[in-house]
Every structure is written in structure tokens, then in C-alpha cells.
């Protein structure tokens, strides 16, 4: 075979290995990006996607709508109709928990199973999964259920199973806890897991939002 040829069979495999390369990685990356969460024993999301632009009325609401949030000094976020909400001081504060919520949630600081996001849940309810030794102190931290405007419906403290065979080889602690609420409690609410923090120093504090659904049965 002459050179010339040669140079242009190796260049082709060349670009062709290439191609290969980019369309394997594009296909993994699309893969993260749409993967699914289910229910039951899956890991918990956040995100509540369920709230329309008509159900927006705070900074808070279109973040947990999945909205994006303007590089604007003080923060704002943009509806997908154009309405702009800017975050107050307090709504700061919980941004940033609950970011700390996220972060832990995606870095395996915690897993959580047995609910995920708008599951519908009925009383009592059971939680469980599994947290780094720091969510704790005194072996417990806080669950609460709270109501869509925020009123407090329950509060319980899950426990954590401190016994070695229990624990994870990456040496997260399990945990579980029995929630009990009252019937007709509204439509929708939210689970909030909360890491401890026994000195109250709000830079620490760390929240996990789960929007859920009450049962009709409740």
C-alpha cells in the first residue's frame, strides 16, 4: 500500500475512534441527567416538582419548583413565565440549609428510603436509612411534618443503631423512626430531616425538605 492511502486509513480510524469516545461519553452523561427516582426503598428526592407558576408567591416557592436563580445581587429567581421573586435575609438562611440538605444527600452523607418526593403517606409512618456519625447527637436528630404553610404537625426523633453489624462499610450509622400525625391535615405537606445541631448556629444548619401527600384515608 502507498503512504499516501495509508496516512488517510489511519487518520479515518483515527476520527473515527474519536467520534466513538464522544458519543459513549455524551450517552453517560445523558444518562445521569435523566435518571429517575422511584418509590419505596429508592433514595429520597427534593425537588417538588408539582408546584405550577400560579402556586409560586415566594423566592422559596420557584427555587423548589426548580426555577433558576438569577446572578443578581440580592438573589432573584425566574419563573418559567418571567416573574422574578427576590430572596429575603430569612429566605437565605434556608436556601442555604437546604443546599447543605442537597449536598449531603448527593454526596452519601445520608440516604434516605422508604419515601420519596410527593409520595403519598398515611400515619403512622415509617422512615429509615442510613447518616454519617455527625447528623447525630445523642443518638437521635429531628423529623418533622409540617403543613403547607409551614404550621408544625409532628415532630419525633429518629433513632440510630449504633451495634457494628449494623453499620455501613463507608461507616454511615442506620437509623429509623415512626412518624404519627393527626387526620385532616391538609392536602400537601413536608417531611423535614434535620442534621442535629445541639448549639443552634444557624451557618450549620442542615435541613432535608421532602414534599409529600396526605392520604384520603387519613
Same mark, same amino acid.
Given at each position: ?11 479515518? $480510524?483515527?476520527?473515527?475512534?474519536? $467520534? ?10 445523558? @444518562? ?9 426503598? @429508592? ?10 407558576? #400560579? ?18 445581587? &440580592? &438573589? ?12 429575603? *435575609?430569612?429566605?437565605? @438562611? ?5 443546599? #447543605?440538605?442537597?449536598?449531603? !444527600? *448527593? ?17 403512622? !409512618?415509617?422512615?429509615?436509612? %442510613?447518616?454519617?456519625?455527625? %447528623? /447525630? ?6 423529623? !418533622? ?12 426523633? $429518629? !433513632?440510630? @443503631? ?18 404519627? /400525625? ?10 423535614? /430531616? ?12 442542615? %435541613?432535608?425538605?421532602? &414534599? ?7
Amino acid at each position: 500500500m502507498k503512504r499516501g492511502p495509508l496516512i488517510v486509513v489511519i487518520i479515518s $480510524v483515527f476520527v473515527l475512534l474519536i $467520534v466513538m469516545a464522544l458519543f459513549i461519553f455524551a450517552r453517560k452523561e445523558d @444518562d445521569k441527567s435523566t435518571a429517575s427516582v422511584g418509590q419505596g426503598e @429508592d433514595r429520597a428526592t427534593t425537588q417538588d416538582n408539582s408546584l405550577n407558576d #400560579r402556586q409560586i408567591n415566594s423566592f422559596s416557592d420557584c427555587v423548589r419548583a426548580g426555577n433558576p436563580i438569577l446572578e443578581t445581587y &440580592p &438573589p432573584q429567581c425566574q419563573t418559567q413565565a418571567g416573574q422574578t421573586f427576590t430572596e429575603t *435575609e430569612r429566605e437565605t @438562611d434556608e436556601r442555604k440549609r437546604l443546599e #447543605r440538605g442537597r449536598q449531603a !444527600l *448527593e454526596s452519601g452523607a445520608i440516604e434516605i428510603v422508604g419515601v420519596a418526593a410527593n409520595q403519598t403517606i398515611e400515619s403512622p !409512618l415509617r422512615v429509615k436509612g %442510613w447518616a454519617k456519625s455527625d %447528623w /447525630f447527637f445523642e443518638g437521635t436528630f429531628p423529623l !418533622l411534618l409540617v403543613g403547607e404553610d409551614g404550621r408544625r404537625i409532628a415532630f419525633t426523633k $429518629v !433513632l440510630a @443503631d449504633n451495634s457494628v453489624s449494623a453499620k455501613k462499610s463507608e461507616g454511615a450509622v442506620p437509623f429509623s423512626g415512626v412518624l404519627s /400525625f393527626p387526620k385532616n391535615v391538609g392536602a400537601k405537606g413536608k417531611l423535614i /430531616f434535620q442534621k442535629s445541631n445541639p448549639t443552634n448556629v444557624t451557618k450549620k444548619e442542615t %435541613w432535608i425538605e421532602i &414534599p409529600v401527600t396526605f392520604s384520603v384515608q387519613q
